[in-house]
């Protein structure tokens, strides 16, 4: 009898948890200092090599958005940061293979204030402390371009 299957019966919580769980999240940092944000050139995939990126990466299973950036940033920079509240929009990521009934996997960008050490770029072909203009006339990961006017306004405050 459906209507009497423990299973079927919406519970919340149950609902909240395979929700959260079916969704991977690209964080990425968007670091400002002296009227300047940080971006990085990067080395791969063939596709994307060469354009510029906030950088970040991939939150491991269980891990959130914040904490995944703070150990991308040491992994990637050797900085260690604190992660701001996310900025608004976000990007749906279509990764090859994605199993299907996956949840989508969403990059998000967060401010990120350097706490220790000064950015080197160990993965990454190059770094640069972008002008709004910086913003404008360099060649960004097509993904990242959600952001600029937002950041092109907060650089020029
Ligand atoms: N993006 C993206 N913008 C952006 C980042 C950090 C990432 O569009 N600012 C995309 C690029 C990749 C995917 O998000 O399609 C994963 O980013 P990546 O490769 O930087 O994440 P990692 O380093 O966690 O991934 P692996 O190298 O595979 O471990």
């Known amino acids: 009898v459906i209507g009497e299957s423990v299973a079927l019966r919406p519970v919340p919580g149950m609902v909240a948890v395979i929700v959260e769980g079916s969704v ?4 990425a940092g968007v670091v400002i200092r002296g009227g300047r944000v940080l971006i990085a050139q990067r080395a791969h995939p063939p596709s994307l090599d060469g354009l510029w ?12 958005g914040p904490v995944a950036l703070r150990r991308e940033l040491h992994e990637e920079l050797g900085v260690t940061v604190r992660v701001g509240d996310r900025l608004d929009g ?33 993965e990454h ?9 910086d913003l404008a006339r ?10 600029i ?3 092109q306004a907060l650089l020029r405050e």
């Open 149 to 151: 006017p937002a950041l």
């Open 24 to 27: 991977r999240e690209v964080a």
């Open 53 to 64: 990126e906030f950088p970040g990466g991939k939150a491991e299973a269980g891990e959130s």
């Open 90 to 122: 976000e990007v749906e990521l279509d990764p090859p293979g994605r199993a299907q009934g996956a949840g989508p996997t969403l990059l998000r960008a967060y401010p990120a204030t350097i706490e220790a050490g000064e950015p080197r770029a160990t």
């Open 125 to 133: 072909r190059a770094l640069h402390w972008a002008s709004a203009e």
């Open 138 to 147: 360099m060649p960004l990961v097509d993904n990242d371009r959600l952001w």
